[in-house]
């Protein structure tokens, strides 16, 4: 991998994601001021059980580009201990545990992708003036060079 891959957050941010609580409850606990209404549990259905501690990192990219190109550049970052990119329930989470990355930078979770009126869209947050919001955006528009990707990884010991 070359350097255009960089962690803005430290490695060793650790998360909760506590699926024993409702879609409607995790985002309740971010505070977030406006949520995009085709966020429902039957799009983005919590897979897992317990509460299940995750290590997170936050990827940026210095160029444009598409969602599938993320996805690689994330998954080839670290071969031996590969990190996946986050779902809409460690986006919540890490919504609720870190309110203000958002003000800073849109922060995409692109394990979650559900069909929303025939169109494939992913969740993120971002902000709108002081606001912060829990949007949907298209899986095939481009990503800017400023947008940071949420991905994780299960603790391993040492971790």
Same mark, same amino acid.
């Given at each position: 991998?070359?350097?255009?891959?960089?962690? #803005?957050?430290?490695?060793?941010?650790?998360?909760?994601?506590?699926?024993?609580?409702?879609?409607?409850?995790?985002?309740?606990?971010? $505070?977030?001021? !406006?949520?995009? +209404?085709? =966020?429902? *549990?039957?799009?983005? +259905?919590?897979?897992?059980?317990? /509460?299940?501690?995750?290590? /997170?990192?936050?990827?940026?990219?210095?160029?444009? #580009?598409?969602?599938?190109? *993320?996805? /690689? /550049?994330?998954?080839?970052?670290?071969?031996?201990?590969?990190?996946? +990119?986050?779902?809409?329930?460690?986006?919540?989470?890490?919504?609720?545990?870190?309110?203000?990355?958002?003000?800073?930078?849109?922060?995409?979770?692109?394990?979650?992708? *559900?069909?929303?009126?025939? =169109?494939?869209?992913? +969740?993120?947050?971002?902000?709108?003036?002081?606001?912060?919001?829990?949007?949907? $955006?298209? !899986?095939?528009?481009? !990503?800017?060079?400023?947008? $940071?990707?949420?991905?994780?990884?299960?603790?391993?010991?040492?971790?």
């Amino acid at each position: 991998m070359n350097d255009t891959t960089q962690a #803005l957050v430290a490695d060793q941010l650790h998360l909760t994601v506590d699926y024993g609580r409702s879609l409607q409850q995790m985002i309740a606990s971010g $505070r977030y001021d !406006w949520i995009n +209404p085709d =966020i429902t *549990a039957e799009r983005f +259905p919590m897979v897992g059980t317990g /509460a299940v501690p995750v290590e /997170a990192r936050l990827f940026q990219f210095d160029r444009i #580009l598409s969602s599938e190109d *993320a996805v /690689a /550049a994330i998954k080839a970052t670290d071969a031996e201990n590969p990190w996946e +990119p986050a779902t809409i329930a460690h986006l919540l989470a890490f919504g609720a545990t870190h309110p203000d990355e958002q003000r800073q930078y849109p922060i995409i979770a692109l394990g979650s992708v *559900a069909e929303v009126h025939g =169109i494939r869209r992913v +969740p993120y947050l971002c902000r709108s003036g002081a606001e912060r919001g829990l949007p949907l $955006r298209w !899986w095939d528009d481009g !990503w800017d060079d400023f947008c $940071r990707f949420l991905a994780v990884r299960n603790r391993s010991s040492g971790a």
